[in-house]
């Protein structure tokens, strides 16, 4: 469980620097984009959460 919440955290952090690219780029975000990134969030909370059940 640990390697898979590090894989996520580390697709976020891709996602987020993407994101931030095109905001130096002068792009405006697409709507979609902040789907995708509460999605990732939510992700992370649900197996962080899973994962203390776990060792308890």
Known sequence: MLY???AVAALLLV???VLVSF???GRK???SAYLV???LNGLI???VI???VARR
């Open 23 to 25: 905001v130096r780029k």
């Open 29 to 31: 975000i697409p709507p």
């Open 15 to 17: 996602y987020a620097g």
């Open 37 to 39: 990134l509460a999605a």
């Open 4 to 6: 898979f919440l590090i």
């Open 50 to 52: 899973a994962w203390a």
């Open 45 to 47: 909370l649900a197996a």
